[in-house]
């Protein structure tokens, strides 16, 4: 059946893929952002079909959209991005949710959240089952971003018990692929922009802190997977559960890139976390879910789009 549906932050990474996703199921987007952390170009492509409409706005300003779906991503997400103006995540984080969650009550539609591992902190447990309550800082420099979407899920769970909003959560854990923000600082697209350029690899730290990473294809399914689900299964963790150390990424891609860059070390940034790998059961028994894109392959995409980003700046 066709839906109209909203994405919030849709200019975005993740959003873009997700747009691009359901217009092509034959849906109807509304692609909601205000350009914080993204570029129109993500969407431009988009723009031609009759079915796809943009949208610039703030999600911590109220607004109706009548719709059946909403995918509400608007955030930004990396360290560099939400601590440059830690207030202003915050308000994203819980003015923004609390803004999407009041639209779904008044329009009737059912609403997915987009939380992060983050919520976790630095966890002491390991794997992260989503019962773990998690182990977070909250006046740390991570803080507005971790207590803003922790916030913002105790907003979602209240709405859909006080007003019986239909709420979705997914805990996603760290996402890579063509159209990441080439200056978030992240770790993928710094990686892959320095093995590129020859420049040296900037391990932070001793690199033997853990991240497992999903390719943004495999995220996108679990989000519709989880949209689709008919009872609220609280949160659910979306990545995928192949942990490797940073030290390993940047081994990774010096050999796909074919690149003669040196590793070098730069200071842990404060609170980063140790280890972070999700446990999945949870999405496998109830969304039928797990990753299948590999590391090898997700990489090799992401490294095709960044060579041609590099190639364009000549
Ligand atoms: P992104 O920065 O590429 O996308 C976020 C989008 O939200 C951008 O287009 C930005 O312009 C928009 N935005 C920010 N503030 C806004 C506001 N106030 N009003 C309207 N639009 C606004 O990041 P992403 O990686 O695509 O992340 C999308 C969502 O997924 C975020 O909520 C993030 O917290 C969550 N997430 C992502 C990851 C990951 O690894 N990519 C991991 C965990 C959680
Ligand atoms: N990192 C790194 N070099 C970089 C960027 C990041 O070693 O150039 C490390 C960072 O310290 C963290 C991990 O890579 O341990 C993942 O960082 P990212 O900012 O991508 O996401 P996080 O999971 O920390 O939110």
Not at 40 to 52: A, I, P, Q, S
Not at 74 to 90: D, G
Not at 237 to 263: F, M
């Amino acid at each position: 059946m066709r839906k109209r549906i909203l994405v919030t932050g849709g200019a975005g990474f993740l959003g873009s893929h997700l747009c691009e996703h359901l217009l092509s199921l034959g849906h109807e987007v509304v692609c909601l952002d205000n350009f914080f952390t993204s570029q129109r170009r993500n969407v431009e492509h988009l723009l031609d079909d009759h079915r796809f409409e943009l949208v610039r706005h703030d999600v911590t300003e109220p607004l109706t959209v009548e719709v059946d779906e909403i995918y509400h991503l608007a955030c930004p997400a990396s360290p560099v991005h939400y601590q440059r103006n830690p207030v202003r995540t915050i308000r994203t984080a819980v003015h923004g949710t609390l803004n999407m969650l009041d639209m779904a009550r008044e329009v009737d539609a059912r609403i997915m959240i987009a939380s992060t591992s983050e919520v976790y902190g630095d966890p002491q447990e390991h794997p992260q089952k989503e019962d773990y309550w998690g182990h977070v800082n909250p006046t740390g420099p991570r803080a507005c971003y971790d207590e803003g979407k922790r916030c913002a899920e105790s907003l979602t769970v209240s709405y859909a018990r006080q007003y019986g909003v239909e709420a979705r959560i997914v805990r996603i854990f760290n996402t890579y692929g063509p159209r990441m923000h080439e200056n978030d600082g992240r770790v993928v697209s710094n990686f892959v922009l320095q093995a590129l350029r020859g420049e040296p690899i900037t391990i932070y730290g001793d690199g033997q802190q853990t991240r497992s990473f999903c390719y943004v294809s495999d995220l996108v399914d679990g989000f519709l997977r989880m949209m689709a689900l008919e009872e609220d299964p609280g949160p659910v963790n979306l990545g995928n559960p192949s942990e490797r150390t940073i030290r390993d990424l940047a081994e990774i891609s010096i050999r796909l890139t074919d690149s003669r860059s040196e590793l070098v070390n730069r200071p842990l940034p404060v609170d980063d976390p140790t280890r972070r790998c999700p446990n999945i059961d949870r999405a496998k028994r109830l969304l039928e879910w797990e990753p299948r894109v590999t590391i090898e392959e997700g990489m090799g995409k992401t490294i095709d789009y960044f060579r041609t980003i590099v190639a364009e700046q000549g």
